[in-house]
């Protein structure tokens, strides 16, 4: 007789049912596994005949044919491992239970343990969408699925436990669902760590606030990476819906710390420079997560930005502005979520003493300009704040620590974004960073001496159509910071002083 039990697969960021159905049929010992297996679903054969034999046993004298359905879906991993062997049990009668409210996933050893499996997340949530009840996992990956509400996550160690569960000899415990604690959400890091750089802290501040991009200049040691490390700690707290989207991407890339199955602060992502597009942006013939993927609902830091590979550069251009990237394959497209702040760090020239007030740079004036060209001017103007990092004087640095603490800070980021969502309520989008262009004029008014103020800039430096649209939405930000609802003088001009740097360094 046919037999049939859930299984789940993953595309992408999306999982689906596969129905493992298994017929034994006629005298025989062959195994078939059809349904567009590709080579490592096709070797679960071995590893579940053996897992077979060593659960006791004996090989099947049938002909037995697994059909991984639907079949039009290229089926990939080992995933299918367990629901294969759990099948072909019931299709030779040698197991007789009724699990048509269970989906099981895991890969098998030789001796029938079960090894960890990346994407467990994902597919608890589609076991659940699709009114699986009992959904059995590797016990590594247990917790992972036990973040969602509703189904009953049974961890399993290996085979021969399941097989004593099934014919009830052995009780397994579901686990209890998994929630943040109050622990988890706390950063190990702090803005009252930084001395002095009150500009620097003011341009995070804006950032977080309105969700924008910055660039940060500055000789060795002044504090870049320090700073760019503390922004997600000003950001709001994530909510538990992005908490999961994180830890669903984070869940398929296989990244997920044992133990730790839920992302609970937002996600600060360094790659190195050295990093290839495709580890940027994600890819491999099964299209994993990149690093801007990794960073969705958090930061993407690029430290040395112009030692980054330019293709790598320009691979980020057009995903920081949708919030979404396509990996384009022979057979399919997957988009994964990035929805990411970016903040990229500098030197100012290969010496990296550029501009310093005290140290003499040993460039010479085209080696600083070839090296400053390695940024393009595109992704230059999709960094919103360009922030010069200056040297720390010796009594910031030697002074009591006075400084205002990301609590503090946050909580003024939280009441400007909370002027947002109002704004933006059913639009479709919650930061001012986002702002189409379409609604810019009506989103962000301007007093006539701002927009004097702006004009003027705009013909002054000779900005793009781009540069200028980002500079009225920091504006928009500076403005929501202040609770003022119109752009006045003020606001603008701090907005201009943070499109500066382009002049000092890349005008000439
Ligand atoms: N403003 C500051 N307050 C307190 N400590 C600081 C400050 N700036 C720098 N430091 C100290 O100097 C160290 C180096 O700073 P950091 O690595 O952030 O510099 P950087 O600007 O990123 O340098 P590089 O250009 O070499 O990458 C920090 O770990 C910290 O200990
Ligand atoms: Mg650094």
């Known amino acids: 007789m046919i037999q049939e039990i859930k299984s789940m697969g993953l595309f992408g960021m999306e999982a689906y049912c596969v ?44 002909k037995i044919i697994v059909n991984l359905a639907p079949a039009n879906i290229k089926k990939v991993g080992s995933v299918y491992d367990l629901p294969i062997f759990i099948t072909i049990l019931l299709a030779v009668g040698s197991l007789n239970a009724d699990l048509k409210d269970a989906a099981f996933i895991g890969e098998l050893s030789l001796n029938g343990e079960l090894r960890p499996a990346n994407g467990v997340l994902p597919m608890a949530l589609c076991a659940k969408r699709n009114g ?24 399993l160690k290996n085979v021969q436990q399941l097989i004593r569960f099934i014919r009830q000899r052995e009780d397994i415990q579901p686990l209890p669902r998994t929630l ?39 000789s060795p040691g002044t504090g870049k ?16 819906e992005e908490m999961i989207e994180t830890s669903q991407i984070h869940s398929i890339a296989g990244i997920l710390p044992e133990g730790k199955p839920l992302v609970t602060t937002r996600p600060f992502r360094s790659p190195h420079h050295t990093v290839s597009s495709a580890g940027l942006s994600g890819g491999g013939s099964v299209p994993r997560p990149g690093e801007v993927s990794l960073a969705h609902n958090g930061v993407l830091f690029m430290d040395e930005l112009p030692e980054f590979d ?15 990237i396509t990996i384009s394959r022979a ?66 640095l030697s002074e ?18 909370q002027f947002q969502q109002e704004r933006f309520r059913g639009k479709g989008f919650f930061s001012n960073s986002r702002i189409p262009s379409s609604m810019l004029s009506e989103i962000c008014p301007l007093d006539d001496k701002a927009k004097e103020i702006l004009k003027n800039t705009f013909d002054k430096l000779g900005m793009s159509a781009r540069a200028y ?36 360094y890349w005008s000439s």
């Open 180 to 218: 943040p604690q109050k622990e988890d959400l706390i950063y190990p890091v702090d803005f009252s760590d930084v001395r002095g750089q009150s500009i620097a802290k003011r341009a995070l501040e804006i950032a977080a606030a309105g969700s924008h991009n910055v660039l940060f200049i500055g």
């Open 400 to 417: 009591d620590n006075t400084a205002e603490t990301s609590d503090v800070i946050r909580q003024r980021v939280n009441q400007a974004r």
């Open 310 to 324: 330019r293709s790598a550069m320009e691979v980020l251009r057009q995903p920081i502005e949708d919030g979404t």
């Open 469 to 504: 649209d980002r500079l009225v939405k920091v504006a928009r930000t500076i403005a929501d910071l202040d609770r003022s609802e119109v752009i006045r003088p003020k606001h603008i001009l701090e907005s201009i002083q943070f499109r500066s740097l382009d002049r000092k």
């Open 19 to 62: 129905n493992v159905e298994a017929d034994a049929y006629l005298k025989g010992n062959s195994l078939d596994i059809v349904g567009l297996p590709d080579a490592s679903v096709k070797e679960a054969k071995e590893r579940v005949v053996s897992a077979l034999r060593q659960c006791g046993f004996e090989t099947p004298t049938k």
């Open 331 to 396: 057979n399919a497209n997957v988009t994964y979520p990035c929805s990411i702040m970016l903040v990229a760090a500098m030197n100012p020239c290969p010496c990296g003493y550029f501009g310093h007030p005290t140290r003499k740079c040993t460039c010479s004036r085209q080696m600083v300009s070839r090296y400053l060209s390695k940024v393009s001017g595109p992704l230059l103007d999709r960094l919103d704040l360009h922030v010069e990092v200056p040297p720390v004087p010796f009594e910031s």
């Open 132 to 155: 699986v009840r009992r959904f059995f996992v590797p016990d590594a990956n247990a917790h992972e699925a036990a973040v969602v509400d509703g189904i009953e996550i049974y961890p």
């Open 225 to 240: 990476s320090m700073l760019a490390k503390r922004l997600p700690t000003i950001l709001p707290d994530l909510t538990f």
